[in-house]
């Protein structure tokens, strides 16, 4: 029997091809078509201006640097996320602020009001807020653009985890206006890949192209090598970018398919009291991207973290849900308000094998082999 993987790559029809048409014409660097055509895949999937990375992390990076973030700002951030939302504020030489979620995992609007007031009434403006749409479910955008509005702090997107994921029926990523930004990630565990990747989305076409800009080292017009700004190494290859570009003509697949995963997990463990799937909220449609079973352990007669290790000696991986950052060492002096829900949901949560890939009968072995370690 083989390893059964939390979230695998799935390859479409198209992504060869593509590749290949980058080696016979030797657009094998970080320009060529494939970069042009992704960057346009990409606006026609979130309506916004898209520069293609290197990363996820580095297109947070560059989305804080666009808003001024700098030495001694702060940014509110979910606590409840994976570090990758956090770390760029610290490379920024800010400090990240931490929010508790909801019961949709994420960003809570009412504690993030409670922070912006707190925030304003000590005379500080926080420089941005990151939103995160985690396992693939949106936060409630709506009252979180507001917030953003009344208190005149700009939102970034981190919809790393989110391609596909609607909010109100529409992409998320480039939802909060003209002075939003928005992060997605081609990471290889994510719902598509391109093996490694990211990208910056925005409908302000200036910052997309000074995030272009950066990502080449900031090079200047001319001849030589001239540089009046700081830059980085974080353009995509014309390579991945082929990957890239049969990867989001198969999203929609992906999200059905991993959609199916969730809700054949939820059925199959009906019957058992303790055992229950996250939950769609109703402003959005959820991807799935992975699915997380909350446990309760004391109903179960198992510890979530026993259950992993079940499953490991069946060769199948299961993950707890992210740690929260406040609970992390390098995060222990960041600022939090709240935190009781993304402690709860971390100790209770267990994101299951949720490759789109994953054949009905590899899910039935994962669904029997949970259900033998709760009958032990
Ligand atoms: C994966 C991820 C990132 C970072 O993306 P990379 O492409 O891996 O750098 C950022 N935020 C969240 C929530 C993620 O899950």
Redesign the pocket.
């Known amino acids: 029997m083989s390893r059964i993987y939390l979230s695998a790559p799935h390859m479409g029809q198209f992504e060869e091809g593509f590749v290949a048409e980058a080696f016979r014409t030797n657009w094998l660097s970080s320009v060529g078509p494939n970069l042009d055509a992704f960057e346009a895949d990409i606006k026609a999937l979130s309506g916004a201006h898209a520069v293609a990375l290197s990363?996820?992390?580095?297109?947070?990076h560059l989305a804080l640097r666009l808003l001024g973030v700098g030495a001694g700002d702060e940014v509110l951030c979910p606590s409840l996320?994976?570090a990758?939302?956090a770390n760029p504020i610290v490379y920024q030489g800010a400090s990240p602020v931490f929010l508790d979620s909801d019961a949709s995992y994420n960003i809570d609007p009412n504690v993030l009001e409670t922070a912006l007031t707190k925030k304003a009434a000590q005379g500080k403006r926080p420089k941005a807020i990151m939103v995160?749409?985690?396992f693939g479910q949106s936060a409630d955008l709506d009252p979180i653009f507001e917030l953003g509005a009344r208190f005149d702090v700009p939102v970034i997107e981190?919809a790393?985890?989110a391609l596909g994921t609607l909010y109100k029926g529409k992409q998320v990523g480039a939802l909060g206006g003209p002075t939003a930004l928005g992060?997605y990630?081609?990471?290889g565990?994510?719902i598509i890949t391109t093996s490694?990747?990211?990208a910056l989305i925005s409908r302000n076409q200036a910052w997309v192209d000074k995030a272009r800009f950066w990502s080449t080292q900031s090079r200047d017009p001319g001849l030589s090598y001239e540089h009046s700004e700081l830059g980085y190494n974080y353009r995509m290859s014309n390579v991945l970018a082929g990957i890239g570009r049969g990867q989001l003509a198969v999203l929609e697949d992906r999200v059905q398919a991993r959609r199916a995963i969730a809700f054949r997990y939820r059925d199959a463990f009906a019957d058992l009291e303790g055992m229950q799937l996250m939950p769609e909220m109703p402003w959005g449609r959820h991807t799935y991207w992975l699915s997380v079973i909350e446990l309760d352990e004391t109903k179960l007669g198992i510890a979530r973290d026993e259950l992993v290790r079940a499953l490991a000696k069946l060769d199948i991986e299961a993950r707890p849900v992210?740690k929260p950052m406040h609970l992390q060492k390098f995060f222990s002096s960041a600022e939090c308000y709240g935190g009781d829900v993304a402690e709860r949901l971390y100790s209770r949560g267990i994101c299951l094998p949720s490759s789109s890939s994953l054949s009905e009968s590899d899910q039935g072995r994962v669904i029997e082999a949970l259900r033998a370690a709760v009958r032990n």
């Open positions: 990363s996820g992390t580095a297109a947070i996320t994976f990758a939302s995160v749409h985690l981190d790393a985890e992060v990630s081609f990471n565990n994510k490694g990747g990211g992210w």
